[in-house]
């Protein structure tokens, strides 16, 4: 048995779950796509709480591939889980750190207990990560990552039709 994995193309600050993942820069602060949209609709309690962790355990930021939670703020979720996504590069494999932001994700929303699970499309935006890989990445981790006694369902919220496309064409080669 595996985790449900369902595609959603729409806003992911619009989303109700247990945990979002955010598409964080490593400084925590915000940004622009994902996170800035996060930040702007949670408000700035999730500001508050990424300046406490850089005060904190996370002083020099949140490394590539990592993962941390914080308050969700006005967001209908419990938590949001802020990871960083590797920069796209033709010539370095980057595909592991890609691979990691979703199962280091799923840690810790096990760790808070958090059943639902809602993901962006990470590392596809500024970070230029081609779509079609990116998708492959996210859905093999996920699946590999998400044990059914933990999560009732992960989610990938998708910003327009070519993502949720990806995404979907991803999740039937994984399911093949």
Known sequence: MTVPITL????ITRQHADAIVNAANSSLLGGG???GAIHRRGGPEILAACR??????????????HAVATVAGRLDAGHV?????????????????LASCHR???????????????????STGVYRWPL???????VKAVREAADPALF?????????????????????????
């Open 8 to 11: 959603v193309e729409g806003d």
């Open 33 to 35: 796509g994902v996170d």
């Open 52 to 65: 406490r962790l850089r005060a904190t355990s996370h002083g020099k930021g949140l490394p590539t591939g």
């Open 81 to 97: 889980i802020h990871t960083v996504g590797p920069v796209w590069s033709a010539s370095q494999d980057r595909s592991e750190l």
């Open 104 to 122: 280091e994700s799923l840690r810790v929303a096990a760790e808070l207990g958090a059943r639902t699970v809602a993901f962006p499309a990470i």
């Open 132 to 138: 079609d890989d990116a998708a492959r990445i996210a």
């Open 152 to 176: 009732d369902e992960v989610r990938f919220v998708l910003f327009d039709r070519a993502a949720h496309d990806a995404f979907a064409a991803a999740l039937a080669a994984e399911d093949a």
